[in-house]
Structure formats: structure tokens, C-alpha cells
């Protein structure tokens, strides 16, 4: 069985530029999350969705940020334009809604140069 | 809302002691409490799960925690620490339908 997928595992880009981070939770997961976790501030919570509904973006940084969950089996996090403090390994994690735990996947560490 | 302290940012234990790492939490509701661990490089795996009923819960690579509603804790511990075990370990406190919160972390390091 698929874990939750992330692409892309790397990014490196410039100051100013969009990126798009992508992740596939694993199916039958109704829920849906992002975290960015960094040196100094940890895991940071920025979003979550159950069943494609946002339910609490009160984490995400600022307006450079949005995330959207089109259907169940996708979703992505957005930052245009990207600065060098978005530097971070950036989770997505599902959740069954019995099971309580989450399941993370692998990370997408982007640096912004 | 719920939120997780963790104490100790870093402990160091020889190969072989025992080990516990701290956690405390706060939450409206009775919490379901989580213990995650990360190596480097890699997301988070799940050790283990508190629920409900029996307050002694045991996890994988011989992990266990204790849940004391009393003291808010949710405390990991392992009687026997072996080298690979050297990781980042975190503490969750959440519910189904809502969101999960983490502490900071506890890195381990374990001593030959």
C-alpha cells in the first residue's frame, strides 16, 4: 500500500519565483495536512483539510501562501512569490478519520536563494 | 487549543540506559497522544497511540509511554536504548476531525 506521496523531494529556486509542492495522501484518507518544519520553529501546522474542505488555515504564514485540495487523492501549497525565509522541509500528512494518527510523507525540503 | 511542551530540546543516554523523554500537554478534552520519531533526512513514523482505556500503551521498537491525566503527561520511555534509536522524537496531542499539534522535539543521542 502507497504511502503519502510528495513531489518534488527538492526544490531550489530563486527569490521571487512560485512554487508549487504537491502530495497524494494515501487513499481513503479523509483528511489532510501541511507542516513546515524548521531549525527554529519546529513543526508548524499551516493548514488542514477534511474531506477537500479547509477547515484551519489560521498556520499559514501569509497571503504568499495558499493551498488548495481539488479532490481526495491531491492536493497542493503555493508560494508566489517565494522568499529566502520560506527555507523549509515542508510535510503533508493524512489521516483516516477512525484510525486518529497521521501518516507523513517523505518531506519537500525547498530552499529559496 | 491544544498544545504539547517538551522539556528537554536535546538528551544524551549511553547505549544500553534506560531512557525517558517528557512530554506534557494541554487540551480542552481528553487528548489522543501521540509519540512520533524522525530520523534524519526523513518524515515522521509513529511509535505509538493513546486513545483510551489502559493508560500503559506499548509501540514499536520497544517503545512504551504512560498517560497521567493528573500530571498532563504523556511520557515515552525504553529500558534498554540501543544506537539506532538515536533520532528526533515528538510528542502530538489531537482528535479525529481535528488538527494535530506537535512539540518541539527531543533529539537523542546515544553514546557508544
Known amino acids: 500500500d502507497a504511502g503519502v506521496i510528495q513531489s518534488p523531494r527538492h526544490e531550489v529556486t530563486e527569490m521571487g519565483q512560485e512554487v508549487t509542492l504537491r502530495c497524494k495522501p494515501i487513499?481513503?484518507?479523509?483528511?489532510l495536512f501541511w507542516y513546515r518544519q524548521t531549525m527554529m520553529r519546529g513543526l508548524e501546522l499551516l493548514i488542514y483539510?477534511?474531506?477537500?474542505?479547509?477547515?484551519?488555515d489560521s498556520g499559514m504564514p501569509e497571503d504568499r501562501f495558499s493551498a488548495k485540495m481539488p479532490n481526495a487523492s491531491f492536493s497542493t501549497l503555493k508560494i508566489q512569490p517565494s522568499e529566502p525565509r520560506d527555507s523549509a522541509v515542508y510535510f503533508c500528512?493524512?489521516?483516516?478519520?477512525?484510525?486518529?494518527?497521521?501518516?507523513f510523507g517523505e518531506g519537500s525540503r525547498l530552499t529559496v536563494l | 487549543a491544544q498544545s504539547v511542551t517538551q522539556p528537554d530540546i536535546h538528551i544524551t543516554v549511553s547505549e544500553g540506559a534506560s531512557l525517558e523523554l517528557r512530554c506534557n500537554y494541554s487540551y480542552g478534552a481528553t487528548p489522543y497522544l501521540f509519540w512520533y520519531v524522525q530520523s534524519p533526512g526523513q518524515g515522521l513514523q509513529l511509535l505509538l497511540k493513546y486513545f483510551s482505556g489502559d493508560t500503559l500503551v506499548q509501540g514499536i521498537k520497544g517503545f512504551e509511554a504512560e498517560f497521567k491525566r493528573s500530571q498532563s503527561s504523556f511520557n515515552l520511555r525504553k529500558p534498554s536504548v540501543h544506537w539506532s534509536d538515536a533520532a528526533e522524537y515528538f510528542c502530538?496531542?489531537?482528535?479525529?476531525?481535528?488538527?494535530?499539534?506537535f512539540g518541539a522535539g527531543t533529539r537523542l543521542t546515544v553514546k557508544p
Open positions: 502530538a496531542v489531537g482528535a479525529n476531525n481535528n488538527d494535530m499539534r
Open positions: 483539510f477534511n474531506n477537500n474542505v479547509p477547515i484551519d
Open positions: 487513499s481513503g484518507h479523509n483528511s
Open positions: 500528512a493524512s489521516r483516516h478519520r477512525e484510525a486518529g494518527e497521521l501518516f
